[in-house]
């Protein structure tokens, strides 16, 4: 059995790691690559960074950013945020990202997910869905923080991409996000079933307990969160003994 991995997410504006609520109110929460090294040392089986700068100075600092985290850290690292081309993507990626994160982008072009798996493999290849579950009961995919509902459907739109090329889903529940209420597990266990790639489970932590839910009842293969760790609430390395200690495989 492949062990389940814990993941750490960045959000970075202009090479500083930020954190707030929808982008708004962002504090400071230190240096990007010393706080990616620093989860590294605690145990995080891989990161994300998450490029929210508005400004096309932003994308070259971030870039460059990409090539001092390549530098720095020895665990595999993701990188999305404003990727809309094959040239975005490839940008980061020869900058030294293990991996690129679409969204939106995907979206509006689903052949970018061929595109991008073509010329680099399926492996480099995150697609990310921000779902909402709507009033008739259907999970759709949105853009926009949630505020926009798209034609796409959950179950569907991740089986499209797994067959166009991704090799991996970050699925969030935009009714779940920020609320640190755990997570749709039924739902999370339905996408398993329907793909084969890894899924990747984000928004909704607020407890070990939450985690350890989505990562047995959900069949999600990693967990993704952010303010648990940067607000000190819990280290990556403390989580894992946790989850290990309710005989869940993860690598101490």
């Excluded at 680099?120 to 909402?132: C, L």
């Excluded at 926009?148 to 739109?157: A, G, H, I, Q, V």
Aim: glycine share 10%.
């Amino acid at each position: 059995m492949v062990a389940k991995r814990i993941i750490p997410c960045l959000d970075v504006k202009e090479g500083r790691t930020v954190k707030g609520v929808n982008f708004v109110d962002l504090r400071d929460v230190g240096d990007a690559v010393e706080l990616g090294q620093y989860y590294a040392r605690c145990g995080a089986d891989e990161l994300v960074y998450l490029d929210i700068s508005a400004t096309r100075e932003g994308r070259n600092t971030f870039t460059r950013l990409v090539e001092r985290i390549a530098d720095g850290i020895n665990i595999p690292f993701t990188v999305g945020g404003g990727i809309s081309s094959l040239d975005d993507a490839a940008r980061l990626l020869d900058a030294g990202a293990d991996k690129i994160s679409i969204n939106s982008a995907a979206i509006a072009n689903p052949s970018l997910i061929d595109s991008i798996a073509a010329r680099y493999g399926s492996q480099f290849v995150v697609v990310a869905i921000d779902a909402k579950r709507m009033e008739d009961g259907i999970w759709r995919a949105t853009t926009h923080g949630g505020s926009r509902p798209t034609d796409k459907e959950l179950f569907s739109w991740a089986r499209e991409a797994q067959e166009r090329g991704a090799g991996e889903i970050l699925f969030t529940s935009m009714n779940h996000d920020g609320t640190r209420s755990g997570y749709p597990c039924d739902t999370f266990a339905r996408l398993s079933e329907e793909i084969t790639i890894p899924i990747i489970a984000s928004g909704g932590a607020g407890s070990v307990q939450d985690i350890a839910d989505v990562l047995t009842v959900g069949r999600a293969d990693a967990a993704l969160a952010a303010s648990i760790f940067h607000f000190g609430e819990i280290t990556v390395g403390d989580l894992k003994k946790e989850l290990k200690q309710m005989n869940i495989d993860v690598r101490l």
